[in-house]
């Protein structure tokens, strides 16, 4: 029987693996000077040299090359060697934790770690998936795993590493590997199709790499089913044939379709991939990754490492990324999310995407562009001008006055948001509200008593700003304003709050709410009124118990009452 073409180029010798350069160097340099540990976790991706790598470790500790000493580049070739990349070695115990989890496996294991190696000079455990094993096993192993016997090593492999108790961790020489990159990925595919005399066209390798997932066994295997399917040269079509990858054309034409606001083509266009028999979900999927990349590609000006385009369609997605503004594709990339989502509860796929289409192209471009950064704003500011332009002189002249803390306070402010929308020409009906004072019309300056009048609502504004300054700024009253600074006075002792009102940052905000909400920004001082009198308290209900003719006489004069039998009442 043929050996599959991930096992059969496993790595043999730490340079071998591909992109965990930094974990091959120490473990080189610890065999060098004599410090392995006796313990290691590797934590990492599937498919990225985890086990290899536990495997070369156990080759150079146990490798006849190096004599009586470990050797940092194992032969390969030596019966000890060839056993441990068979998994026939005794010394090397492979363990699969998803299925030997339990308190007795890590008992028997515990019972047998103190034999001696029978054939090499170290033993060597490799607990795979550890983060599966019980709370009981973990404890069962951790005082063996902290003290073992000299000629053993555990080397703890894992996809998740956080799961991993850190009474374990903390006894480990922790080691992650990386997720490798489209090209790591593509540059081991080129060398095992070329060692097997495979013929694969370049942009089939880097479909292969990326539908792997940064996996090297996974994308070894597809290389092999693809290398039996095809017969002779592995073509692109082929590769997304077998793989149910979507060809990038149909990335491109349907994103073409949403930003003309075609419906009818997009809703054909998911027909079409119904006769051609394409995964629904399958092209959400890569629609999606599309959209990711055209974003990072705008925004970036650089194309992601992951896309394996040529040189037209290179210039097509340029192109396309330079078209679509950013509200559309965040725009975009929510709805395809969502439906995602709803298909993975149970909702049809091909439903999903067509109400994902239908709401792209039913989108006006101004709904559409709801999301932009914050730079986009001057990249639109002719447009905006010219909105402004068309308005009626006294809206536009208000609208360019408007700031973005103005249009909240609008916004938060049921007056002013009636106000506007009245103004716009619409009916609005509201209940009744006390009347405030608006602000000034554009090219009017308030005066004191206009300011006067705003007060209340000033308050209310700089209450939903700071509590804190509201509490003692309402013991304050506008008093002058001398030329562009507003005086507003306090009472007799109430020297701490306008102390308050001086301090840091609160004159810039009491100048900022004026200015949104009388269209003056004054600068502010806090002044104490130098009358010591004090203000007169209103007068006190009289609080008094009336005798009952006093009672009987008040009813009378307020309620008019009359007396019916006087001597029933006694």
């Given at each position: 029987?043929?050996?599959?073409?991930?096992?059969?180029?496993?790595?043999?010798?730490?340079?071998?693996?591909?992109?965990?350069?930094?974990?091959?160097?120490?473990?080189?340099?610890?065999?060098?000077?004599?410090?392995?540990?006796?313990?290691?976790?590797?934590?990492?991706?599937?498919?990225?040299?985890?086990?290899?790598?536990?495997?070369?470790?156990?080759?150079?500790?146990?490798?006849?090359?190096?004599?009586?000493?470990?050797?940092?580049?194992?032969?390969?070739?030596?019966?000890?060697?060839?056993?441990?990349?068979?998994?026939?070695?005794?010394?090397?115990?492979?363990?699969?934790?998803?299925?030997?989890?339990?308190?007795?496996?890590?008992?028997?294991?515990?019972?047998?770690?103190?034999?001696?190696?029978?054939?090499?000079?170290?033993?060597?455990?490799?607990?795979?998936?550890?983060?599966?094993?019980?709370?009981?096993?973990?404890?069962?192993?951790?005082?063996?795993?902290?003290?073992?016997?000299?000629?053993?090593?555990?080397?703890?492999?894992?996809?998740?590493?956080?799961?991993?108790?850190?009474?374990?961790?903390?006894?480990?020489?922790?080691?992650?590997?990386?997720?490798?990159?489209?090209?790591?990925?593509?540059?081991?595919?080129?060398?095992?199709?070329?060692?097997?005399?495979?013929?694969?066209?370049?942009?089939?390798?880097?479909?292969?790499?990326?539908?792997?997932?940064?996996?090297?066994?996974?994308?070894?295997?597809?290389?092999?089913?693809?290398?039996?399917?095809?017969?002779?040269?592995?073509s692109l079509e082929q590769t997304l044939d077998i793989l149910g990858m979507v060809r990038q054309d149909l990335l491109f034409e349907i994103v073409d379709l949403v930003h003309d606001y075609d419906t009818r083509e997009a809703l054909l266009f998911v027909?079409?991939?119904?006769?051609?028999?394409?995964?629904?979900?399958?092209?959400?999927?890569?629609?999606?990754?599309?959209?990711?990349?055209?974003?990072?590609?705008?925004?970036?000006?650089?194309?992601?490492?992951?896309?394996?385009?040529?040189?037209?369609?290179?210039?097509?997605?340029?192109?396309?990324?330079?078209?679509?503004?950013?509200?559309?594709?965040?725009?975009?990339?929510?709805?395809?999310?969502?439906?995602?989502?709803?298909?993975?509860?149970?909702?049809?796929?091909?439903?999903?995407?067509?109400?994902?289409?239908?709401?792209?192209?039913?989108?006006?471009?101004?709904?559409?562009?709801?999301?932009?950064?914050?730079?986009?704003?001057?990249?639109?500011?002719?447009?905006?001008?010219?909105?402004?332009?068309?308005?009626?002189?006294?809206?536009?002249?208000?609208?360019?006055?408007?700031?973005?803390?103005?249009?909240?306070?609008?916004?938060?402010?049921?007056?002013?948001?009636?106000?506007?929308?009245?103004?716009?020409?619409?009916?609005?009906?509201?209940?009744?509200?006390?009347?405030?004072?608006?602000?000034?019309?554009?090219?009017?300056?308030?005066?004191?008593?206009?300011?006067?009048?705003?007060?209340?609502?000033?308050?209310?504004?700089?209450?939903?700003?700071?509590?804190?300054?509201?509490?003692?700024?309402?013991e304050g009253r506008p008093d002058t304003i001398e030329e562009d600074e507003l005086v507003i006075r306090f009472p007799a002792g109430y020297r701490f709050q306008a102390d308050q009102v001086a301090r840091g940052d609160n004159p810039r905000v009491i100048?900022?709410?004026?200015?949104?909400?009388?269209?003056?920004?004054?600068?502010?001082?806090?002044?104490?009124?130098?009358?010591?009198?004090?203000?007169?308290?209103?007068?006190?209900?009289?609080?008094?118990?009336?005798?009952?003719?006093?009672?009987?006489?008040?009813?009378?004069?307020?309620?008019?009452?009359?007396?019916?039998?006087?001597?029933?009442?006694?």
């Amino acid at each position: 029987m043929a050996v599959s073409l991930y096992r059969k180029y496993r790595p043999a010798h730490f340079q071998d693996v591909i992109g965990q350069g930094h974990v091959a160097r120490t473990l080189v340099n610890a065999i060098r000077q004599d410090r392995v540990s006796h313990a290691y976790l590797f934590a990492g991706p599937r498919g990225t040299g985890k086990t290899s790598m536990a495997r070369i470790l156990a080759m150079a500790l146990n490798c006849e090359k190096g004599g009586d000493k470990p050797t940092p580049d194992p032969d390969g070739t030596c019966p000890r060697c060839e056993a441990i990349r068979q998994g026939v070695s005794m010394d090397v115990i492979e363990m699969d934790a998803a299925s030997n989890r339990g308190i007795d496996d890590i008992r028997d294991l515990r019972d047998k770690v103190h034999f001696a190696p029978v054939e090499g000079r170290m033993k060597v455990y490799i607990v795979d998936e550890v983060h599966m094993l019980t709370t009981e096993a973990f404890n069962a192993l951790l005082k063996t795993l902290e003290e073992p016997p000299a000629h053993a090593i555990f080397v703890l492999a894992t996809t998740e590493p956080h799961k991993v108790p850190a009474t374990i961790m903390s006894r480990c020489q922790r080691f992650d590997f990386r997720r490798p990159g489209v090209a790591e990925v593509v540059q081991v595919l080129a060398s095992v199709a070329a060692r097997e005399g495979i013929a694969v066209e370049e942009s089939s390798l880097t479909v292969i790499a990326r539908a792997a997932g940064g996996s090297y066994r996974d994308a070894i295997g597809l290389l092999d089913q693809l290398s039996t399917y095809a017969g002779g040269t592995i073509s692109l079509e082929q590769t997304l044939d077998i793989l149910g990858m979507v060809r990038q054309d149909l990335l491109f034409e349907i994103v073409d379709l949403v930003h003309d606001y075609d419906t009818r083509e997009a809703l054909l266009f998911v027909e079409r991939l119904s006769d051609g028999a394409v995964d629904y979900t399958q092209f959400m999927r890569e629609l999606l990754g599309h959209l990711r990349d055209l974003y990072v590609a705008k925004h970036t000006d650089r194309l992601p490492g992951r896309l394996a385009l040529a040189e037209d369609q290179e210039h097509t997605f340029r192109a396309q990324a330079g078209r679509l503004s950013t509200g559309r594709l965040v725009t975009f990339i929510d709805l395809l999310g969502e439906a995602l989502r709803a298909v993975r509860q149970g909702s049809d796929a091909r439903l999903e995407l067509e109400l994902v289409l239908i709401k792209m192209t039913a989108l006006s471009p101004r709904e559409a562009d709801r999301v932009e950064p914050a730079g986009a704003e001057r990249g639109r500011g002719e447009p905006a001008r010219a909105e402004v332009a068309r308005m009626e002189p006294g809206r536009a002249e208000t609208v360019r006055r408007e700031t973005p803390r103005a249009e909240a306070a609008r916004r938060e402010s049921p007056v002013a948001e009636t106000a506007t929308r009245a103004g716009a020409g619409q009916r609005v009906t509201a209940p009744p509200q006390p009347v405030a004072p608006t602000p000034a019309a554009p090219g009017v300056t308030p005066d004191l008593e206009h300011i006067r009048r705003a007060w209340p609502l000033v308050l209310e504004a700089v209450k939903k700003r700071s509590v804190a300054l509201f509490a003692v700024l309402q013991e304050g009253r506008p008093d002058t304003i001398e030329e562009d600074e507003l005086v507003i006075r306090f009472p007799a002792g109430y020297r701490f709050q306008a102390d308050q009102v001086a301090r840091g940052d609160n004159p810039r905000v009491i100048s900022e709410v004026l200015g949104t909400v009388t269209g003056r920004a004054l600068k502010v001082t806090a002044r104490v009124s130098e009358d010591e009198t004090a203000a007169p308290e209103p007068e006190k209900e009289d609080a008094r118990i009336l005798s009952r003719e006093e009672l009987i006489r008040v009813l009378a004069e307020e309620f008019e009452a009359q007396i019916i039998d006087d001597e029933s009442t006694r």
